[in-house]
Nanobody
Framework: VQLQASGGGLVQTGGSLRLTCAASGNTFSGRTMGWFRQPPGKERELVAAVKSGGSTYFADSVKGRFTISRDSAKNMLYLQMVSLRPEDTAVYFC??????????????????WGQGTLVTVSS
């Protein structure tokens, strides 16, 4: 397993969760790391991404509520989520790759994927 996501669970509206992605092999260093999510019956969408140099990108729907960070010493990626809403319910995936800026939000721009972790926000 090269990317392994964890930390999902059931939380009430307004609650918080922290997702973790452990990277192994050559799936972290120098790569853009991203969190995507796939709500039930919908397409996979970018939540947030962080380049190897630290630049971050967020979907408009999560700006101000989610924070993405990476720890290069530990090969770990994090997604801190606060003020969760029912519409945040989805399977969350971590991914890595070398997307160009204009392709940052495209799942096909990432070559390595974790297995997903389910986040359920109850109303």
């Amino acid at each position: 397993v090269q990317l392994q996501a964890s930390g999902g669970g059931l939380v009430q509206t307004g609650g918080s969760l922290r997702l973790t992605c452990a990277a192994s092999g050559n799936t972290f260093s120098g790569r853009t790391m991203g969190w995507f999510r796939q709500p039930p019956g919908k397409e996979r969408e970018l939540v947030a991404a962080v380049k190897s140099g630290g630049s971050t990108y967020f979907a408009d729907s999560v700006k101000g509520r989610f924070t993405i960070s990476r720890d290069s010493a530990k090969n770990m990626l994090y997604l801190q989520m606060v003020s969760l809403r029912p519409e945040d319910t989805a399977v969350y995936f971590c991914a890595s790759g070398f997307p160009i800026t204009s392709s940052m939000a495209r799942p096909e721009a990432y070559s390595t994927w974790g297995q997903g972790t389910l986040v359920t926000v109850s109303s």
